[in-house]
């Protein structure tokens, strides 16, 4: 596998995880009652299912070309994470639902758009490095919520959970749909840049238009939604704002002979694995992770 390091993490499918995520106590407005912030992360979590379907089928492409064992095992561990990651995300999307969210729709529209046109307009070895890019992104996601700010501290346990067991195990399989673009795929230098460039557009775009339809849905004014807009964005990218220390990580990309392997230290990982360690409690293993961290600053 090109270039990847030896301290890659293994890729552990936990399955049948409790996040209690249709507890009554959890308010509409989850993340510190900020409507913005809330419905920012109730966007990443209706576009998972559908997201996930399509790095699954891309990957899917060219297993028939692919005769090494380890990678064969870590392709079915992938499936089975990602598998877990949808049924997640589909409980949750349901108490959006309840809310009045307008899931279905939005759901249905990037559907459309990653099967329908992205899959029909494009080679499979363009949407597979979409599927590296947009995985690129998301394994990027865990440095924010990890670091020393503590950036979802104000969330509710049970939905900010969440959100830490899905970063984790990003973390695990970050490599898989690389492994397979760069030596099966063969998907040169350019075009994966070029799928970085496109994913990096698309990705927040995409967030930013549903987390709006939901402000909307919730009744948020032309006006109101643009205040909410502009000091939510702010959050994002201020000078140590949610999205600040990525860059350092993004650009990586970039590198001729990158691999999201020789990228190894992931603030949390550790600690998330010896607190879920005690009681296969995801809830749990989040907050143990919080306060070891704490503890470490």
């Known amino acids: 596998m090109a270039n990847a390091s030896d301290k890659q993490h293994p890729i552990v499918p936990r399955e049948k995880l409790d996040f209690g995520l249709d507890d009554p106590s959890i308010p509409k407005y989850w993340f510190g009652g900020d409507a913005f912030k809330t419905r920012f992360f109730d966007a990443m979590s209706l576009i998972f ?3 996930e379907k399509f790095f699954m089928v891309t990957v899917r492409d060219f297993r028939d070309q692919i005769n090494d064992p380890k990678l064969l095992k870590d392709i079915k561990d992938f499936n089975r994470q990602e598998a877990q990651h949808s049924m997640v995300h589909d409980q949750y999307n ?9 899931v279905d729709k939005l759901i249905g529209w990037l559907d459309q758009l990653l099967f329908d046109k992205y899959r029909n307009r494009h080679s499979r070895e363009y949407t597979l490095a979409i599927t590296g890019a947009l995985e690129h992104f998301t394994a990027l996601g865990a440095h924010a919520m990890f670091d020393d700010r503590d950036i979802m501290g104000d969330a509710h346990p049970k939905v900010r959970a969440m959100y830490a067991w899905h970063a984790i195990e990003e973390v695990e399989h970050k490599g898989v749909a690389y492994d397979v673009m760069i030596d099966y795929a063969k998907v040169g230098y350019f075009k994966r840049i070029g799928a970085l460039i496109h994913a990096t557009f698309m990705f927040p775009h995409v967030i930013l238009k549903f987390a709006n339809a939901m402000l909307k849905a919730d009744g948020f004014s032309f006006f109101q939604r643009l205040q909410l807009n502009a000091k939510g964005i702010w959050w994002l990218l201020k000078p140590g704002g949610f999205a600040a220390p990525l860059h350092k990580h993004y650009v990586q990309y970039y590198k001729p002979g990158y691999h999201p392997w020789q990228e190894t230290e992931q603030p949390g990982y550790e600690e998330w694995l010896r607190g ?4 296969s409690d995801p809830v749990e293993a989040s907050e143990l992770m919080r306060a070891d961290l704490a503890a470490a600053r």
Do not use: D, E
Request: hydrophobic residues 30%; aromatic residues 6%.
């Open 276 to 279: 879920f360690a005690k009681h």
């Open 94 to 102: 349901n108490v959006l639902r309840k809310q009045g969210m307008p």
């Open 49 to 51: 299912p559908p997201g």
